[in-house]
Nanobody
Framework: QVQVVESGGGLVQPGGSLRLSCTASGFIFRNYHMSWYRQAPGKERELVARITSAGDSTNYADSVKGRLTISRDNAKNTVYLQMNSLLFEDTAVYYC????????????WGKGTLVTVSS
């Protein structure tokens, strides 16, 4: 069956770093664009970063540019989010999403991993 599983979340101090991982199975990973979304308490879910299926293009929300970096390793069926210089406002549940490059109707969501930035 299809699985999209995030890991790496936890408690970190402001200015600190974390690396989130998202490992996929049950579908052809290299045919899917991958994205990280986040949702903070009381706020709508927002797109944080996106990487194309081949890993040749990325996009970021303005609020995270220069601090967060998305990457992927198609041989490992894994996408990463390197998070540096973390801020209180980065606190959220982070979700991984896969979007089929040929058919946008085919997509999968992970269950999320919690990142808490606190002193």
């Amino acid at each position: 069956q299809v699985q999209v599983v995030e890991s790496g979340g936890g408690l970190v101090q402001p200015g600190g770093s974390l690396r989130l991982s998202c490992t996929a199975s049950g579908f052809i990973f290299r045919n899917y664009h991958m994205s990280w979304y986040r949702q903070a308490p009381g706020k709508e879910r927002e797109l944080v970063a996106r990487i194309t299926s081949a890993g040749d293009s990325t996009n970021y929300a303005d609020s995270v540019k220069g601090r967060l970096t998305i990457s992927r390793d198609n041989a490992k069926n894994t996408v990463y989010l390197q998070m540096n210089s973390l801020l209180f406002e980065d606190t959220a549940v982070y979700y991984c999403k896969a979007d089929n490059r040929f058919n946008s109707a085919i997509n999968y969501w992970g269950k999320g991993t919690l990142v808490t930035v606190s002193s």
